[in-house]
């Protein structure tokens, strides 16, 4: 499939070139960035190749996702031949997004934990809707009133939460 010859001449002219051309930090960036890129290409890949199979066409998805790969790379190694600028812009990029992804996602398995609680606004929440279903109220706005108190939270609070509550049958 590869020609291993080939692959090893040009592992090695790359190489060559990296030593005689780049500061150390050039080449850590380098291969930051092509960690980066890789990784996102992993997800891509494993994005199309479910897609695919969920339509039935996995030997055509395959061969897609295979043409786009290598695409892709190639596109990076003219990237690389051009010169840093664009590689190391496209690593920082690429980098600020899985950051910022991760980011997001601590954030909101912490506001998730948080809200979570007991005796929590979420568990506060339930627990007037609660009482709102269980009928023995004739207006959110009393049933606000009433509750709010037991439950600790303000008046206006309470309201909110029974806003867009269907009436209980």
């Known amino acids: 499939m590869f020609d291993k010859e080939r692959l090893d ?10 030593r005689r051309n780049m500061t150390f930090e050039q080449a850590t960036c380098l291969f930051a960035v092509h960690k980066v890129m890789f990784d996102e290409f ?13 339509a039935g066409a996995m030997l055509a998805a395959t061969a897609s996702s295979d043409l ?3 695409e892709m790379l190639m596109d990076l190694a003219l990237a690389l ?13 690429a ?24 005796g929590s606004a979420r568990e506060k929440t339930e627990a007037i809707r609660r009482a709102w279903a269980s009928g023995k109220f004739s207006s959110r706005d009393r049933c606000a009133e009433e509750e709010c108190a037991a439950l600790g939270m303000s008046f ?5 939460a029974l806003r867009n ?5």
């Not at 090695?12 to 070139?17: D, H, I, M, R």
């Not at 950051?99 to 601590?106: D, F, L, T, V």
């Open 9 to 18: 001449e040009q592992i090695q002219f790359l190489t060559e070139w990296a």
């Open 42 to 54: 992993n997800v891509m890949f494993e994005q199309l190749s479910k897609e695919h199979q969920e």
């Open 68 to 70: 786009k790969a290598a």
């Open 81 to 93: 031949k051009a010169g840093l600028p664009d590689l190391a812009r496209q690593a920082s990029t």
């Open 95 to 118: 980098a600020a997004r899985a950051y910022k992804r991760q980011a997001s996602k601590r954030a909101k398995n912490a506001a998730e934990h948080r809200y979570s609680r007991p």
């Open 156 to 160: 206006s609070t309470a309201r909110k």
């Open 165 to 169: 509550i269907p009436k209980p049958s």
